[in-house]
C-alpha cells in the first residue's frame, strides 16, 4: 500500500566492517590530532551516536554500569533520553 511505514527497513549506505575499519584507522595515530580523530571517528562508529550528540558529549554522560562502559542520560534525536552501550574497543582508546 502507498504510503504504508516500513518498519525495520534500513535506508541509504552502510559501511561493510573492513571500510569502517580502514575509515577508523585513516587519521595519523601518531600526532595529537590524528589520536582525537581516531577517538571521534571510534565513537561515532562504535556507538552509532549522530553527530549532534556527538558534539553535545559530556564527560558527566559517560559511566561504567556493571563492569561496562555506557553513554548515559543522552538527549537524542527529538529530544528521546537514551543510553548507549560503549564496545570495549572504543574505551580503549
Do not use: Y
Not at 575499519?21 to 571510534?42: E, N, V, Y
Not at 556527538?54 to 548515559?72: C, G, S
Amino acid at each position: 500500500m502507498k504510503g504504508v511505514k516500513k518498519l525495520g527497513v534500513r535506508l541509504g549506505n552502510w559501511l561493510t566492517a573492513e571500510e569502517a575499519r580502514r575509515f577508523w584507522q585513516a587519521p595519523d595515530a601518531s600526532t595529537l590530532k590524528g589520536k582525537r580523530d581516531r577517538a571521534i571517528l571510534a565513537i561515532l562508529l562504535g556507538c552509532g551516536l549522530r553527530r549532534r550528540e556527538l558534539a553535545d558529549l559530556t564527560f558527566a554522560n559517560l559511566q561504567q554500569r556493571e563492569e561496562h562502559w555506557a553513554i548515559v542520560d543522552m538527549a537524542g534525536k527529538s529530544g528521546h533520553i537514551r543510553t548507549v552501550p560503549m564496545p570495549d574497543w572504543v574505551n580503549q582508546l
